[in-house]
């Protein structure tokens, strides 16, 4: 029988792909949370306070005041907290099959390790760098779909990345959400976009991918303002 949460699970969330990953599990486990909105923008991950919690200060950080033993425990790292909340409660992370679990694991590994810090750097470059960097972003963009390309054909051999939905999805998944970001068109990519489309229509992963602070408004592929300031006044 699956463990129940008695007491919330406590967030430390802004709506990155990151953030997005941990509200969708959430979701989707159905389980008593509350979210701490840490901004960003404004250094709050920097505070003495949070970085008891994170370490990096980084976002998503996780407390579970009913841990292992009943105790308390603090979790950073996406990844880490998406394996922790499988683990726990016994879904969307195969506990008893473990060729099942290597799949999971390796594609969870693979958006960490890759696909993930690939298309924040091609973010970076293609929206928030102050100044156009043809050299980076072609290098990124070129990364970008070299990762694309692999999932592509990952998902023409398997309904989800690692055969039956699991925290794999819930992690690739907000970061291919950002595409207009890395200026990915899903038409070239027929299985992403159908793996895309059928995720996207999950119930939890509508009320996930929702979760924003109230008044925030995410500016999706809006191109960096002084950039487009500088593109206006070399046009005049």
């Known amino acids: 029988m699956a463990p129940t949460q008695t007491q919330p699970l406590e967030l430390y969330y802004w709506s990155t792909p990151n953030g997005r990953k941990i509200t969708v599990m959430l979701e989707e486990l159905g389980v008593p949370y509350n979210v701490n909105f840490i901004e960003i923008g ?15 200060n980084q976002i998503p950080g996780l407390v579970d005041p009913e841990g ?3 105790k308390r425990v603090t979790l950073f790292e996406s990844g880490a907290i998406l394996m922790y909340l499988g683990r726990k409660f ?11 679990r290597i799949a999971v694991e390796m594609w969870v590994m693979w958006q960490m390790g890759d696909f993930g810090p690939i298309l924040g750097q091609a973010h970076h470059y293609n929206l928030s760098a102050p100044v156009e960097v043809p050299y980076s972003i072609e290098r990124f963009t070129k990364a970008v779909h070299r990762s694309y390309r692999t999932l ?14 699991s925290i794999a ?18 038409n070239d990519y027929p299985n992403v976009k159908r793996w895309f489309e059928t995720v996207g229509a999950r119930p939890a992963v509508k009320r996930g991918m929702a979760v ?22 070399a046009a005049e």
């Open 42 to 56: 404004k250094g709050e991950q920097r505070t003495p306070e949070y970085s008891k919690i994170s370490p990096q």
């Open 68 to 70: 292992p033993g009943g």
């Open 90 to 100: 016994g879904r969307f992370y195969p506990l008893d099959d473990e060729l099942a």
């Open 152 to 165: 592509n054909g990952r998902l023409g051999e398997v309904e989800y990345v690692a055969g039956d939905y």
């Open 169 to 186: 999805d819930m992690a690739i998944y907000p970061w291919a959400a950002r595409f207009e970001r890395h200026r990915v068109d899903f």
């Open 212 to 233: 924003m602070k109230p008044g925030y408004v995410d500016r999706g592929g809006a191109v960096n303002p002084a950039r487009a300031k500088a593109a206006e006044a």
